[in-house]
Nanobody, 114 residues
Framework: QVQLVESGGGLVQPGGSLRLSCAAS????????MAWFRQAPGKQRELVAA???????NYADSVKGRFTISRSNTKNTWYLQMNSLKPEDTAVYYC????????WGQGTQVTVSS
């Protein structure tokens, strides 16, 4: 079974930065498009960013130019660099595989507030 563990969240002021990390373990060889999702209170979970084969990336319009997804050389670790954070970025952030979702981890809370 695949396990996903997110880390790196916290409280940050508007305009600040955070770097999230995801560690995946288990049978992940055939799983593709490492991704980050987020869920704000009262809202549905949404795709934030994904990185696929050839390091092709895509981003939600709301984070383009501010967030960057990257991965390690192995397939089991990926990151989300978040810059110029806004209060509306406040959410629980989750990592998963966009094209073959696995059981969700606990997520990491990101709170953007002054």
């Amino acid at each position: 079974q695949v396990q996903l563990v997110e880390s790196g969240g916290g409280l940050v002021q508007p305009g600040g930065s955070l770097r999230l990390s995801c560690a995946a373990s288990g049978s992940i060889f055939r799983l593709y498009a490492m991704a980050w999702f987020r869920q704000a209170p009262g809202k549905q979970r949404e795709l934030v960013a994904a990185i696929a084969s050839g390091d092709n990336t895509n981003y939600a319009d709301s984070v383009k130019g501010r967030f960057t997804i990257s991965r390690s050389n192995t397939k089991n670790t990926w990151y989300l660099q978040m810059n110029s954070l806004k209060p509306e970025d406040t959410a629980v952030y989750y990592c998963n595989f966009r094209d073959s979702p696995q059981p969700w981890g606990q997520g990491t809370q990101v709170t953007v507030s002054s």
